[in-house]
């Protein structure tokens, strides 16, 4: 008579774990359905053993199940298929855009002294190249015209200030 008792106890754990698998496998509905009567057959094996195992088995049953599914589905996001279904989670991206912006930061630092020519005219705002990139610059001192040669005096942020090389050979 023991083994009622450790079957209908399998089967509700077989129930719980398959619970568990529906949540990280697209199935349709059908590892649920299993999942459903394998908990089902062992209620009914646990009843059948006896009345108080068997309400033991129920109430724990409807408990349980709805935690397990549940409780995958809070842990399915930080697994590799969560992160294939959901892709990167909000932190990650603000990270991701975080070593962007660091980046494009200290590039634009590291032009502090670089020279390049106008694009256009700055009056006071333009277009400058300088090496092979092409910038939104703020001319100092007055208006530069197109094709005049530059040199960056002060880079911060997103904010190139340029002064045109006459004037600095001038000053």
């Known amino acids: 008579m023991e083994t009622m008792l450790l079957i209908g106890i399998s089967l509700i754990a077989l129930g719980m774990l398959l619970f568990i698998l529906e949540a990280f496998v697209p199935s349709a509905g059908i590892i649920s359905l299993l999942a459903v009567g394998s908990t089902t057959a062992g209620i009914i094996f646990l009843f059948r053993y006896d009345l108080m195992w068997g309400w033991i088995g129920l109430l724990g049953s409807l408990v349980l199940a709805p935690i397990s599914f549940f409780g995958a589905l809070n842990i399915l996001p930080n697994t590799p298929i969560g992160r294939a279904l959901f892709g990167p989670s ?58 005049s040669r530059v040199r960056v005096v002060r880079a911060e942020g997103l904010t190139i200030e340029v002064r045109c090389m006459r004037d600095d050979a001038s000053a």
Do not use: H
């Open 90 to 147: 909000g932190e990650e991206i603000a990270e991701q855009d975080q070593v962007v912006r660091d980046l494009a930061r200290r590039a634009r630092e590291g032009l502090q002294g670089a020279e390049g020519v106008a694009l256009t005219d700055m009056r006071p705002s333009g277009l400058v190249q300088i090496g092979d990139k092409r910038l939104d610059a703020i001319a100092i001192g007055g208006i530069v015209d197109r094709g």
